[in-house]
């Protein structure tokens, strides 16, 4: 879809204008979203609503409605015709689209302020941005200490585009029954959770930064599974060494948090350590292994989230790119699929004959 340029002339200087003045729009949608105007449109469906109707049930005056409707216009979020106004497709879904509400409350809430040092985390490869929140070297560590609204939104985008993908990647974890399964960058621990309540005999061992384990401990515990979830606190970047008894190792949306030679490093580091018929099991979002542009679109979007906002040097990749950073660890990918949930690639991994386990 990228190999040509197929807009004309016309087309094209509408769209620069459309990026040229972006802020402005998203900001619209939002306000639009939140002062209640687009589910009053949607309520009064194809009757429509004149201005001082729409103003009378909002908690901001005719002013503020009147510049918001008319940018809502050339965002084609709502129509007008004979004084009425209309909630049109867009504006459709960005009141009803569960995805689209996660994804501009996590631009709002985590990216926006941060963004307007994008060119300074291109320059510096840090995440320049992140000091709109504090002064950390990676948002990781940060995540329990920021703003509720940014907190809450960094959760529900990571957990929409997992949970869906979780229910869709056991069964093919579990075909060969594990006993035991290491769930790298564990996160809430809500794969680990999910692994035991969907196979009663695996056992699952949670790594990753103390902070992290300490809320996954809690959240475990809270459903009485603490008996079958042990906990490894570690930086997967340091030396310290690693337990070796899992029949998998586990890693959703993990390693596209780091640059290319830090995936080298950790897959060289599990490999090392694996045993002989263990599997190396990774689901990630491949911006070229989406089949809808859109998806392709706002895969390449959020990386610039990685880029200023959570560590300076990592993103989405492509997933012909993540075959040679598996290769050069020592891996060969022994089944890949697509398309799980919204638009996860599963890789199961082996190590490559010859390069040996321990």
């Known amino acids: 879809m990228y190999e040509q340029d197929t807009l004309s002339a016309l087309d094209a ?12 729009l998203f900001q619209t949608a939002l306000c639009l979203r939140n002062t209640g105007v687009l589910a009053y449109l949607d309520e009064q469906g194809k009757q429509g609503a004149l201005l ?3 103003t009378a049930n909002s908690n901001v005056n005719e002013y503020a409605i009147s510049v918001l409707l008319d940018m809502g216009l050339s965002g084609r979020i709502v129509t007008h015709k004979n004084g009425h106004y209309f909630i ?4 459709h879904f960005l009141l009803h689209d569960t995805m689209t509400r996660v994804n501009m409350d996590f631009t709002q809430d985590v990216c926006y302020q941060g ?5 300074n985390a291109l320059e510096e490869e840090k995440p320049a941005g992140l000091k709109v929140f504090g002064e950390w070297p990676t948002i990781y560590p940060a995540l329990s200490q920021l ?6 939104s960094w959760f529900a985008f990571d957990h929409y585009y997992s949970d869906t993908a979780f229910n869709a990647a056991l069964p093919h974890i579990f075909s060969n029954k594990p006993a035991t399964l290491y769930d790298v960058g564990g996160n809430t621990g809500k794969w680990a959770l999910r692994c035991c309540q969907y196979d009663d005999n695996v056992r699952v061992t949670l790594l990753d930064l103390p902070p992290q384990i300490a809320l996954a401990r809690e959240n475990i515990d809270k ?5 079958r979830v042990d906990f490894h606190a570690v930086d997967m970047l340091s030396d310290a060494p690693l337990p070796g008894d899992a029949d998998i190792w586990w890693m959703s949306q993990f390693l596209d948090c780091f640059s290319p030679e830090q995936i080298i490093t950790m897959l060289t580091k599990i490999r090392r350590v694996m045993k002989p018929n263990a599997r190396l099991c990774i689901m990630e979002l491949f911006w070229d292994a989406q089949k809808f542009e859109a998806a392709s679109f ?6 610039l989230y990685f880029t200023c906002m959570a560590n300076g040097n990592s993103r989405f990749y492509s997933v012909g790119k993540f075959y040679n950073y598996l290769e050069t660890a020592g891996f060969r990918v022994e089944k890949r699929v697509d398309d799980l949930g919204v638009g996860h690639t599963l890789l199961i991994c082996q190590s490559q004959q010859g390069q040996g386990t321990v």
């Not at 049109?88 to 504006?91: E, F, N, P, R």
């Not at 459903?223 to 008996?227: F, T, Y």
């Not at 706002?298 to 990386?303: D, G, M, T, V």
């Open 147 to 152: 703003p509720q609204a940014a907190r809450e």
């Open 13 to 24: 200087i509408t769209e620069a204008q459309r990026i040229a003045f972006a802020p402005m």
């Open 115 to 119: 963004l307007y040092f994008l060119a």
């Open 52 to 54: 001082e109707d729409i």
């Open 88 to 91: 049109a497709k867009i504006g």
């Open 298 to 303: 706002s895969l390449n979007a959020s990386s």
């Open 223 to 227: 459903v009485g599974l603490s008996h």
